[in-house]
């Protein structure tokens, strides 16, 4: 079978590993214009090394070695990259982690009276909505070491703040910090 669309089609799988809705990777066969994008930076927790791959069909994989630099991954990054992809335990526990994780912080931000929403995610984050002033809690625990996302100002997000999942310790900390602020500014 084959899609009328005659343009490469690009699915960015970075966040796969966290979904349930599976990978695109068994479209490449039926259409051979699907390119699936995924990364080692997410699950693997190697965001430092930038390393990503693409799995497509013969003739889509040779036009982009066609076009890209020649040593484009350094040696350093190809060696992280490699030992991670020859401990595929290490990873399916991290997932398993992380998954476990998210659903401990989602049960706990909506146990908390000010915020109003949790979105359901399949990533290594949480969307959620508070009462009020999302920009200056983002901003204060920003100030007190603990990074999180602003996301007020897009379309449908207003007094929205994104969390990254991380692992007990870290969570327990954001979560305790994320109180104590909106009580403060409240």
């Known amino acids: 079978a084959q899609s009328s669309y005659k343009g490469i089609i690009v699915v960015d799988e970075a966040y796969v590993d966290f979904s349930d809705g599976g990978s695109a990777i068994q479209l490449i066969n039926k259409y051979p214009n699907i390119v699936v994008m995924q990364t080692l930076s997410k699950a693997f927790g190697l965001a430092g090394i930038r390393c990503g791959f693409a799995i497509a069909n013969d003739d889509i994989i040779q036009l982009m070695n066609n076009v890209k630099a020649p040593y484009n991954v350094n040696k350093l990054t190809s060696e992280v990259a490699q030992n991670a992809m020859k401990n595929i335990p290490f990873l399916e526990k991290?997932?398993?982690?992380?998954?476990?994780?998210?659903?401990?912080?989602?049960?706990?931000?909506?146990?908390?009276?000010?915020?109003?929403?949790?979105?359901?995610?399949?990533?290594?984050?949480?969307?959620?909505?508070?009462?009020?002033?999302?920009?200056?809690?983002?901003?204060?625990?920003?100030?007190?070491?603990?990074?999180?996302?602003?996301?007020?100002?897009?379309?449908?997000?207003?007094?929205?703040?994104?969390?990254?999942?991380?692992?007990?310790?870290?969570?327990?900390?954001?979560?305790?910090?994320?109180?104590?602020?909106?009580?403060?500014?409240?």
């Open 94 to 186: 991290n997932i398993q982690i992380l998954l476990t994780q998210r659903q401990l912080v989602a049960k706990r931000l909506a146990d908390l009276d000010f915020v109003t929403k949790v979105y359901p995610s399949d990533s290594n984050f949480l969307l959620f909505r508070i009462k009020k002033n999302a920009f200056d809690v983002y901003q204060t625990m920003a100030n007190r070491g603990v990074v999180t996302r602003f996301r007020g100002k897009e379309l449908h997000c207003s007094e929205c703040i994104r969390v990254t999942i991380g692992i007990p310790d870290e969570n327990e900390k954001m979560l305790a910090l994320l109180e104590e602020v909106y009580n403060e500014l409240s």
